[in-house]
C-alpha cells in the first residue's frame, strides 16, 4: 500500500477560516489526502467565520464517522465521498491569549520589565496600542500580533502545541510529516501568524534535531475583497482599514522576500491575490458578526493545501513558490479551477459533489426521512429496493429499519451537510463577484433559491420544495454542458456496481454519489 502520511493544516484568523470551509468540501467530495489533521488559530474565537467553519468540521467528522462504521453503515475505503479521515482537538481554535480581555501589557507583564526594555516597548508601541483589548483579535495590527503570539510561546502541553511536536517526533521515527499553514497577509490575526507560527514549527524542528521526512507548505492571501467601513462612530477605533491592505501587503512581502532569501523556512507557498477585489459589504470588527461570505480566490490555497499533501507532490531542497492565473476574460469558468494531481480532476469531483447535494436534497432525501409508515410508499420503486431495503433489512425482526433513529440520524445529517454544500457554492457564486465588473460561470443557481446581498449571514435561503419545472432545470445547474438530468441519475442509481465492502445506508449514499456524473 502506499505509505502513511501524516497531515496537518493550520487555518489562521478569518481567512484562514474560511479557506479551510472549502477545504472541508473538496474532501468531501474525495480530493483530499487518506488522513488529515485540522486545526485553527484566533484570537477572535467568536468570529463568525470561525465558528462556521468550526461547526461545518464537526459535521464532517460526525458524517464521515457514522458512513464508515465496519458493519453498520460503510461507504468502504474505495468510497471519494468523505474519503479523508479528519481530526482534530476537542477544540479546534488556539487561541494565542486565554486571559479574560487581556491587553499587550498584561501579556508582555510591562509593569515588571526594565526601564531600558519598557523605553524600548514605548518607542515600538503607542499608548492606546498597550491598553488595546485583543479580545476580538489582533485589529490589522500584526506588529501586536507578533508581540502577542510569541510571548505565548509554544507550550509543550498545550493541546494545539503538543499535535506539532507530536508531528515532529514522528518524522524523526521515520513517518512523512506534512504541516501546511493557510493566512491572509493583510488584516491582524493572520498577518502576524504567519510568519510566527512557520517560525516556530522550523524552530521546534531544529531543536529536535529532525533533518528528513518533515515539509512545511504555506498558502498566503494577497487581498482579494475589500469592504465599506461605515463612517460614524469609528473615530479612534482600530480595526483592518480595507485602504491600508494594498501598503500593508507590499511592506509584508518586502518582509517576506528578505526571511526568505536567508531562511528556508517553507518547502513550497502558493500566493494568490485577485483583482478585482470582491465587495463584501458589511463592515463588522470581529466577535460573531463577522462572517463573511466565502469567496472563490479562497478556493485556490485550499487546492494549493491538497496538492502539496497529495503524494504525487515530491517536495524538492529548493523552496518552491507557486503563482497560478485564471483566464484572461471577466468570467469565472470551470476551468480556472486547477486539479489537486494528474488523477484527480477538481472541477469533475467539486461538480460531482454539488449534483450529489442537489438531488439528495430535493429528490431522495425528502424520501427517505421520517416513520416505516410514511417511507413505505417508495418500497416498490426500483432504486428502493436495490439500494434500501435490502440494506436496512433486519432478518431476525424482519422488517426494513430504514426508519429507526440510528438511520435516520445519518439521513437527517446527510440532508443538513447537502444543504451547507448548496449554500456554499451559491453564497460564492453571487458575493464573489457582487457590485464588480466579473462574472461566475460556475453554476445556475435562482430557481433553486434567493440571495439577500445585506444579509450579514444567511444571505442564501434555499427553496423548502421545488416544483416539477424546476426539478426539470437540474440540467442547467452545473454550467459544464454535460446536460446530466436527474432522470439520468435516476437510471444511474439503478444499475451502478455496488461494491462489496459496502454497508447499510453507505450502499446508496456512495451510488448515488457516483451516479452524479456522466
Not at 526601564?115 to 488595546?132: A, M
Not at 461605515?230 to 477605533?237: A, I, K, L
Amino acid at each position: 500500500g502506499e505509505f502513511f502520511m501524516k497531515n496537518f493544516i493550520i487555518g489562521i484568523g478569518g481567512t484562514g477560516a474560511k479557506c479551510l470551509e472549502h477545504l472541508l468540501y473538496c474532501c468531501s467530495s474525495g480530493l483530499g489526502p487518506e488522513q488529515l489533521w485540522a486545526g485553527m488559530v484566533d484570537q477572535d474565537e467568536a468570529n463568525g467565520n470561525i465558528s462556521r467553519t468550526k461547526i461545518l468540521l464537526s459535521k464532517y467528522i460526525n458524517i464521515r464517522n457514522s458512513l464508515r462504521e465496519e458493519g453498520k453503515s460503510d461507504l468502504s475505503a474505495a468510497s471519494d465521498l468523505f474519503k479523508t479521515l479528519i481530526t482534530s482537538n476537542n477544540d479546534s481554535v488556539w487561541q494565542p491569549l486565554r486571559l479574560g480581555d487581556p491587553t499587550l501589557e498584561e501579556v508582555i507583564k510591562y509593569e515588571l520589565l526594565k526601564p531600558e526594555v519598557k523605553g524600548l516597548i514605548d518607542c515600538l508601541y503607542g499608548p492606546e496600542e498597550k491598553q488595546l483589548n485583543l479580545s476580538k483579535g489582533f485589529r490589522a495590527r500584526p506588529n501586536i500580533g507578533a508581540a502577542a503570539m510569541l510571548a505565548t510561546t509554544s507550550n509543550i502541553d498545550d493541546p494545539f502545541w503538543s499535535q506539532i511536536y507530536k508531528a515532529i517526533d514522528s518524522a524523526r521515527g521515520g513517518e512523512q510529516v506534512r504541516v501546511f499553514i493557510i493566512s491572509s497577509i493583510f488584516g491582524g490575526t493572520g498577518a502576524s501568524g504567519f510568519a510566527n507560527i512557520a517560525r516556530r514549527i522550523k524552530r521546534i524542528q531544529q531543536e529536535r534535531n529532525v533533518t528528513k521526512n518533515f515539509h512545511l507548505g504555506g498558502a498566503l492571501m494577497l487581498p482579494y475583497f475589500s469592504y465599506e467601513v461605515p463612517e460614524e462612530n469609528m473615530e479612534g477605533e482600530l480595526f483592518a482599514r480595507p485602504e491600508q491592505f494594498l501598503d500593508q501587503t507590499k511592506g509584508a512581502l518586502e518582509y517576506y522576500s528578505k526571511l526568505f532569501e536567508h531562511n528556508k523556512i517553507f518547502d513550497q507557498v502558493y500566493v494568490t491575490g485577485w483583482d478585482p477585489l470582491s465587495k463584501v459589504p458589511n463592515f463588522k470588527m470581529g466577535g460573531n458578526l463577522q462572517n463573511n461570505p466565502p469567496l472563490f480566490p479562497e478556493i485556490y490555497s485550499s487546492l494549493g493545501a491538497l496538492k502539496f499533501f497529495n503524494s504525487e507532490n515530491k517536495i524538492s531542497e529548493n523552496q518552491e513558490i507557486f503563482h497560478i492565473g485564471k483566464n484572461d476574460s471577466d468570467e469565472i469558468l470551470w476551468t480556472d479551477i486547477p486539479n489537486v494531481s494528474n488523477n484527480l480532476n477538481s472541477k469533475e469531483n467539486i461538480a460531482k459533489l454539488i449534483r450529489f447535494a442537489f438531488s439528495y436534497n430535493w429528490m431522495y432525501g425528502p424520501a427517505l426521512i421520517g416513520s416505516w409508515s410514511k417511507i413505505k410508499k417508495y418500497s416498490n420503486e426500483n432504486w428502493f429496493k436495490r439500494l434500501i431495503y435490502k440494506n436496512t433489512y433486519n432478518s431476525d425482526t424482519k422488517s426494513c429499519e430504514v426508519g429507526h433513529e440510528h438511520n435516520q440520524e445519518i439521513i437527517l445529517a446527510m440532508k443538513e451537510y447537502c444543504e451547507d454544500v448548496l449554500v456554499w457554492i451559491t453564497d460564492m457564486h453571487y458575493s464573489t463577484v457582487l457590485n464588480t465588473e466579473q462574472k461566475m460561470d460556475l453554476i445556475v443557481s435562482n430557481f433553486f433559491s434567493e440571495f439577500y446581498a445585506k444579509n450579514v449571514s444567511y444571505r442564501v435561503k434555499l427553496k423548502e420544495k421545488l416544483n416539477a419545472s424546476e426539478k426539470k432545470q437540474f440540467n442547467e445547474f452545473v454550467s459544464d454542458n454535460k446536460n446530466l438530468k436527474l432522470l439520468n441519475i435516476m437510471s444511474n442509481i439503478c444499475y451502478k456496481k455496488i461494491n462489496k465492502e459496502q454497508k447499510g445506508l453507505g450502499v446508496f449514499m456512495d451510488i448515488l454519489f457516483r451516479s452524479c456524473e456522466q
